[in-house]
Structure formats: C-alpha cells, structure tokens
C-alpha cells in the first residue's frame, strides 16, 4: 500500500506544479503567436478628412477612404516605433463647380495626369470611376501639403498627392502624413 500512496502524492504534485507551467506556457504562446495582418477597413466619415484637407479643398461629401500606419505591423501587442507614416488614401465629392475652381487657377498650371492613380489599394478601387479624366499639379500639392502644415502640429506633416476629375467634381487624395 505504500507504493500507491507514494504514486498518488507524485501524481498530485505533477498536477498541482504542472498546472500553472501550462498556463504561463499558453500566455506567452498567445504573446508570440503572430496575429495574421489587418486589413484597414473602407471609411466613410467626413470630419477627419474636412478638418484636415477642407482647408484648402472645400467641405467634403460622400467620401471613401482608408487611413493606416504603413509602417505597422498591424499588431497591437508590438512596442510602437517613434516614428509613424499614416497613409491617408481615396476619393471624395467636391461641392458642385469645387474641382473646376482649383483646377482652373492658372497658378497651379493643371494637366492631364495620365490615367487612374497606380498604386491605389484594392479596397478603394470600386470607388474610382473608370471613365474619370484626372487632372494633376505638383505646384497644388504643394500648396496643400503647405497649408496641411500650417495647422495642427497634432496632424503631423503631411505630403500628399491630389488629382481632380472636373465633370463628376472628385478629388482622390493620397497622402501620407509624419508624426515625429
């Protein structure tokens, strides 16, 4: 009989040790388990972009856009980075005549920008007309990413592209903002 009291005891004290082994074991399996990568979901809310591009753009309507932490990894247990790039991309309605008033100032000298944005991400590519004829002026981006850094130092610094497509009154938007 002693021999089986001996193996009850070894049993309750694997049990009773193993047990929290398991359980610190599984917590730091979950800690280092990669998550698979998050995908920005479509957005529609104005506010953010009117207090941001309205400015110099003009309120904004029916607006579908993606805003994410390029450097990201997606991952909310990881350390952030000191630095982080938020990519501010897609496509808004001007007020009625807004694309040709910006882009009818000959001070931005507008031309054709050659066809749909390149590197547009697939989530935003339903929202972009096929037939729109975008128009473009590296002189307008500049101008706006200037007076995006005029603002808020919370909005970080902003240098962005912009294209117009003056018969539907669009403007997509591409830009990336630097907080430091």
Do not use: C
Not at 12 to 20: D, V, W, Y
Not at 24 to 31: I, N, P, W
Not at 64 to 81: E, K, M, N, V
Request: zero cysteines; proline letters at 9%; hydrophobic letters at 40%.
């Amino acid at each position: 009989m002693d021999t089986q009291r001996g193996r009850t005891n070894r049993r309750r004290f694997l049990l009773i040790a193993g047990l929290p082994l398991l359980t610190v074991g599984a917590g730091l399996t979950y800690l280092m388990w990669p998550e698979p990568p998050r995908r920005p979901e479509v957005r529609t809310d104005l506010e953010p972009l009117n207090r941001r591009l309205g400015p110099f753009l003009g309120e904004l309507t029916d607006a579908h856009w993606l805003g994410y932490d390029i450097d990201g990894t997606g991952d909310s247990r990881s350390i952030p980075g000191p630095d982080s790039r938020i990519r501010v991309v897609g496509v808004a309605r001007l007020p009625a005549g807004g694309a040709a008033a910006i882009t009818g100032k000959p001070d931005h000298a507008f031309a054709a920008a050659g066809g749909a944005p390149s590197d547009l991400p697939a989530a935003l590519k339903q929202y972009l007309p096929a037939a729109a004829t975008w128009q473009h002026s590296p002189s307008f981006d500049a101008y706006a990413n200037g007076q995006g850094a005029a603002g808020q130092a919370s909005d970080g610094i902003p240098s962005g592209r912009y294209l117009f497509d003056t018969a539907r009154d669009l403007v997509h938007f591409d830009v990336l903002y630097l907080f430091t």
